[in-house]
């Protein structure tokens, strides 16, 4: 009996757009390498031919996503390749690019990249990493800082991927994402019902939501990203514990659902994951979870056709294949992307994000106000984040 036809998976605007950018990375280093030599030879060149100083070990997942990255800018560069009549565009490019791939795939000798990554944060670490951030913004008036407090305090709650955090949304006490990642069958946004959790951490994802970019344009996201992970790892880090990172958290968040016994179907409905096993693959497991008494629940609302949100960059031409170039630069011309325009407020309320927090911090040191009583479980088994501690004056 034979097997039914593999289905394609229809990758959106913005993860095309990933990809070619990823791509030019790719070509910029193999020109640089590879000098005077037409581009598509350079290019598999630098994957035959790995870095003496590198390692030639890739991961599989490393793998595949290099080979995505390179099968759009080989694209491109075939169709510049067909447009001059260049006989050196029949050459069979993808197909030595893919083996080169596939005999580097392994388990590299040291760990890089999101092998590095802390995927087992305790609540001690987050603690004093929350107390340094507090500090910073409350002394120095820096948002950084004080976007960085806010994502430690609500990403172990929530569990977003940090692009997600710009189309948020909360209605009441339900909170809408778009879904950054879909695949043919997912819905296009998520619900997750906070009803369980105090103000005082809906008024934190207000305002962090509230500080994220005006816009889904993916340079301004990144140096958002950039700065909070900055803000994040270095306070972390003088806190005297281990270098976290944004998804650190996302991974507690999962492995705390677990841990408080969410099937695999809940925790995909939380997490915007189109596979239950994505969860026990790829991040960490119950061991890792924190101690807490409140929890989301998935929305009861499922998303619909009709709940159809614009599609990421899909207003400034992310959305054609990449190879789709003008014709003054038909290899590397991406439509200009606008500048950002102020964002319609969408968490209630006409108050910038300036204001929320300092309304937030004023609530935060009032009395009877310390976040700690949203941040910690039971008494003397978490940390008091919101507590001005011998610890946090030190630091």
């Not at 994402?177 to 997750?192: C, P, T």
């Not at 400034?316 to 038909?330: A, C, E, R, W």
């Amino acid at each position: 009996m034979s097997r039914p036809p593999r289905r394609v998976k229809k990758r959106s605007s913005a993860t095309r757009a990933a990809y070619y950018h990823a791509g030019r990375v790719h070509l910029k280093r193999a020109v640089s390498r590879f000098p005077g030599i037409c581009r598509l030879q350079a290019i598999v060149g630098d994957v035959e031919i790995p870095l003496p100083d590198g390692d030639p070990v890739l991961r599989p997942a490393t793998t595949r996503r290099y080979l995505e990255d390179y099968k759009v800018i080989v694209s491109v560069l075939v169709r510049v390749a067909r447009q001059a009549e260049d006989p050196r565009q029949d050459a069979p490019i993808m197909e030595r690019i893919e083996a080169a791939l596939l005999s580097r795939r392994g388990r590299p000798t040291t760990p890089r990249g999101s092998s590095r990554r802390v995927m087992n944060a305790t609540a001690l670490e987050a603690g004093l990493s929350f107390s340094r951030l507090k500090t910073l913004a409350v002394r120095n008036r820096s948002m950084s800082a004080a976007g960085a407090a806010l994502y430690l305090l609500v990403e172990p709650r929530i569990g977003l991927r940090p692009i997600e955090y710009c189309g948020a949304t909360i209605d009441g006490s339900i909170l809408v994402i778009e879904n950054a990642k879909r695949a043919d069958g997912q819905d296009l946004v998520r619900r997750i019902d906070l009803s369980a959790y105090p103000e005082t951490v809906l008024s934190a994802i207000r305002a962090l939501i509230s500080l994220m970019p005006a816009t889904d344009n993916a340079h301004v996201f990144k140096l958002w990203r950039n700065t909070i992970a900055s803000s994040l790892a270095r306070a972390s880090l003088v806190a005297g514990g281990r270098r976290l990172s944004l998804y650190s958290f996302r991974h507690i968040a999962l492995a705390t659902w677990e841990k408080n016994g969410f099937s695999a179907a809940e925790i995909a409905l939380l997490a915007g994951h189109l596979s239950l096993h994505t969860a026990r693959s790829h991040y960490a497991r119950a061991g890792s979870g924190w101690d807490v008494k409140e929890l989301p629940q998935p929305g009861h609302a499922p998303a619909h056709a009709t709940d159809r949100q614009p599609e990421r960059n899909s207003d400034v031409g992310l959305g054609s294949d990449p190879s789709d170039m003008s014709d003054s630069d038909p290899a590397f011309d991406f439509t200009p992307i606008p500048e950002p325009v102020a964002r319609p407020a969408t968490i209630g309320g006409t108050k910038g994000g300036a204001e929320i927090w300092q309304a937030y911090i004023e609530r935060l040191n009032g009395p009877g106000q310390q976040i700690a009583r949203a941040a910690q479980s039971e008494p003397g088994t978490r940390p008091i984040l919101g507590h001005q501690s011998p610890t946090d004056k030190k630091l």
